[in-house]
């Protein structure tokens, strides 16, 4: 199954706020940003409005590569949410972007127990209902 034929089944959706309104507008086109602080020179994830190194208010948005590595993982055999049910098992992974920042999502396309620290994994996508893409993570393969 592709991530995109997970998008018939209900999931959680994020809401989109004032500050996160950039990101799921890029996501609309299949890019990951991520948030700068040109105070600092430094990468802030998850998407706020003030930076956790100098409080500065002034960002940049800068594409992702959309490369990483697992940092540390678990694999959910009780649904998160109500819409994750008919999904479980799944897993739930902290990714370390090529960036310096760690993001939570899922890595999809392999069996769950597959996924372990230090995988390499890449971009992937699942459509939601409203065309916003959800970012996910696929095994980087040779």
Same mark, same amino acid.
């Given at each position: 199954?592709?991530?995109?034929?997970?998008?018939?089944?209900?999931?959680?959706?994020?809401?989109?706020?004032?500050?996160?309104?950039?990101?799921?507008?890029?996501?609309?086109?299949?890019?990951?940003?991520?948030?700068? @602080? %040109? *105070? +600092?020179?430094?990468?802030?994830?998850?998407? &706020? #409005?003030? @930076? %956790? *190194? +100098?409080?500065?208010?002034?960002?940049?948005? &800068? #594409?992702?590569?959309?490369?990483?590595?697992?940092?540390?993982?678990?694999?959910?055999?009780?649904?998160?949410?109500?819409?994750?049910?008919?999904?479980?098992?799944?897993?739930?992974?902290?990714?370390?972007?090529?960036?310096?920042?760690?993001?939570?999502?899922?890595?999809?396309?392999?069996?769950?127990?597959?996924?372990?620290?230090?995988?390499?994994?890449?971009?992937?996508?699942?459509?939601?209902?409203?065309?916003?893409?959800?970012?996910?993570?696929?095994?980087?393969?040779?």
């Amino acid at each position: 199954m592709t991530a995109d034929q997970g998008a018939a089944r209900r999931r959680f959706e994020p809401e989109v706020t004032e500050h996160t309104q950039p990101f799921w507008d890029a996501t609309r086109d299949r890019r990951l940003v991520i948030q700068w @602080c %040109p *105070g +600092c020179n430094a990468p802030v994830w998850y998407p &706020r #409005e003030t @930076c %956790p *190194g +100098c409080l500065g208010s002034e960002y940049e948005w &800068r #594409e992702s590569t959309g490369s990483g590595t697992v940092d540390a993982v678990t694999v959910m055999h009780r649904p998160g949410s109500p819409g994750m049910a008919e999904m479980v098992p799944y897993t739930v992974a902290m990714i370390e972007l090529a960036e310096g920042v760690r993001m939570m999502s899922n890595v999809v396309g392999c069996e769950p127990y597959e996924v372990a620290p230090g995988m390499a994994v890449r971009l992937t996508w699942e459509t939601l209902s409203d065309g916003r893409n959800l970012p996910l993570f696929e095994p980087a393969r040779p």
